[in-house]
């Protein structure tokens, strides 16, 4: 089953690759340093036309193929670090406004400009993201924070600018977001995740299913 609603927010920044920068990681650099572009982009499935990522299997893809985060995290980690946080530090394609995008549910789409994505998984800090911020236990306060931002897949091709309208078109009913998913699904959302898939009520991202089925795994469940 499926939920459909249409509420606004913004889309306030653009962000592609500014540049490529060394980075002592396994691939010797690293496409993380975006920056806002006042240009229409296009998005095509495998992400912002003209954008690169240095390790597609973590940061691109087509299940990863648009990081968002929002504006008001943001402005949170600023008011936390004492700094400015400006669309693309977190190496984000999209800065929104009014939306919630660590709270949107798996399988939440949004439509941007002529462009249709849905949410896929959270964002993973790692040891280049650490580099980038320059933050003591950056890995570590960011998990614990669990502000994560959404990957985003394209569901249909299209074309967005800063300003445009972000539209929530269409939530499933399982009702767990990309937050739960980061902090670790339930043994029971994880079941009814499964179950939806299995019922073709939703799709999954394979990170997704290998996710849900370590919880119910018989390992994974304590030992009485």
């Given amino acids: 089953m499926t ?6 927010g913004t889309l306030e920044a653009v962000c592609r690759v500014h540049q490529l920068l060394p980075d002592p990681g396994v691939f010797g650099v690293t496409a993380i340093d975006k920056r806002p572009t ?6 095509t499935p495998w ?5 690169v990522q240095a390790d597609r299997e973590h940061h691109g893809g087509r299940e990863q193929a648009v990081y968002a985060y929002s504006q008001e995290e943001a402005d949170a980690w600023s008011q936390r670090l004492g700094r400015d946080i400006p669309p693309g ?3 984000e394609n999209l800065r929104v406004s009014g939306v919630a995008v660590t709270d949107a549910l798996i399988g939440e789409q949004w439509k941007i400009g002529s462009a249709l994505l849905e949410a896929t998984i959270p964002r993973q800090p790692c040891a280049i993201f650490a580099r980038r911020m320059g933050e003591q ?3 570590r306060r960011f998990t614990e924070q669990a502000d994560t931002g959404a990957y985003f897949r394209v569901l249909r091709k ?3 600018t800063a300003g445009d309208a972000v539209e929530v078109v269409h939530r499933p009913s399982h009702g767990i977001s990309i937050r739960d998913l980061f902090v670790g699904p339930t043994p029971e959302q994880a079941r009814t995740l ?3 898939r299995e019922a073709r009520d939703w799709e999954l991202t394979p990170k997704v299913v290998r996710e849900v089925e370590r919880v119910l795994a018989p390992s994974s469940r304590p030992s009485s």
């Fill in 194 to 196: 499964l179950a939806g």
């Fill in 47 to 51: 992400g912002l036309y003209a954008d």
């Fill in 89 to 91: 530090l977190f190496g």
């Fill in 158 to 160: 299209g074309a967005v």
């Fill in 38 to 43: 006042d240009a229409t982009v296009k998005v």
């Fill in 137 to 139: 236990s950056w890995v």
């Fill in 3 to 8: 939920a459909s609603i249409t509420r606004g």
